[in-house]
């Protein structure tokens, strides 16, 4: 009989999750509130089913079961959702995140505790409730700015930063509405170069295939809101550099008990005290990190890992080191707010061998918002070469090229131009 895996989500998000354990010989066992979601369509087994109505997950995975379908595991990538994750694995007895790693994982002021504790360096933080207690923390801290967010959300929702004592009011308003919980924190911006790390840990190893030098130097464009504008691979840094974040990421998963699965790490190298950490998730990364940029790059697909040791597998580490070292790099597109009437030279680009990749979120007809948040970006593209100019090149190709006409008036998507265009 096949076993299956079960995915929570059937989103773009999930698709590789999805495609990657049938290849490895699975059947695959999907749900996802959105009846439209194109991983349902693309599942052995699939139902239109919110996952995060746990019972009714669980519900579904035992009609299954009952009718002779072996499901046998649970995972994601793209969504945190460590909690519901713990859950489903708990009730069926197969391998997940414990509730406690899970906790620790998708509340960010717990997590921090947790760090602190632990001895981890990591950014002055604290939980606010009202304006004044953010201006007494800065006051304390002596920093020039200061990052507000929900404890609760991902994807850079609900985030902004502080760098003005008349945006307090504002800032603590905005990251409420987002707020599942009603807690708000607050933390010293850290200045530096950042990264992003995706870990896997399992008996008592922990190894770090997933590494990118992370796209920050436009974020002025979009102040007070944060945005990344997409990574690098292979890292720019040293290998002693590399090594010491490597090991900061690993006992940082560590420490909210993170032994079986994915580690994500979010990393600042601060010039005057070394790396530290932002933040950590107990699942794999959404976008293009580990379902393009880290197997382009480096030949390693760790999806496959995740997914072996969540079907309760004794995976092969050795599988993890990387046997090519390739360029990679994705950005995406940040056009002004309006009407998209049409978008100009995609497929001229699509059409070009170092494009491996070119998306767009958004069709003609539609309305672009203001982009305040990593899911409202417009589109996305990966190009890969054989060093950083050639990539740079290629970036700006495509920049150049792709062009929105929005509400009759040509716009490029880059980010530099993001507050001219606005």
Known sequence: MTRSLLVLGA????????????????????????PSAPGLAQATYSSSIDFSRVQEVISYVQYLKDRGVDVSGVSTMGSDVPHLVSKVASHFGWVG???????LATDKMKMKERFQNAGIPIPAFAQVEKPSNILECWEEWGCRSLVIKPTDKAGSRGVRMI??????????????????????????????????????????????????????KDMQSFHPNIME???????????????????????????????????????????????VIIEMAARLSGGDFCESLVPLGTGVNYVRTVIEIAMGGDPDLELLKPTRNVTVAN???????????????????RSLENVVKLEMAYKPGDRIPVMTNHGQRAGVFIVTAQNRDGAKKMIDYVYDKVTFIIDGVEKTGRPEAYRFTS
Request: proline fraction near 7%; charged fraction near 25%; charge should be negative.
């Open 97 to 103: 995140p414990s509730s406690e790693s899970a906790r």
């Open 163 to 216: 760098s003005d004592p008349d945006q307090v009011g504002d800032a603590l308003h905005y990251a409420r509405s987002f707020s599942g919980n009603g807690q708000i924190m607050i933390e010293e911006f850290v200045a530096g170069n950042q990264y992003s790390t995706e870990s896997i840990l399992f008996k008592g190893r922990a190894i770090t295939p997933g590494f990118a030098d992370r796209v920050y």
């Open 331 to 349: 950005r995406y597109f940040f056009p002004p707010p309006g009407r998209l009437e049409r978008v100009l030279g995609v497929e001229e680009c």
């Open 11 to 34: 989103g773009s998000d999930q698709l590789f999750m999805i495609h990657t354990a049938s290849e490895m010989g699975y059947e695959t066992v999907a749900v996802d509130a959105n």
């Open 229 to 275: 504008n997409g990574g690098w691979i292979p890292s720019e840094l040293s290998p002693e550099m590399h090594r010491s974040i490597c090991e900061l990421v690993e006992g940082a998963a560590g420490a909210i008990g993170i032994d079986r699965g994915p580690a994500k790490g979010d990393v600042v190298l601060c010039p005057e005290r070394g790396p």
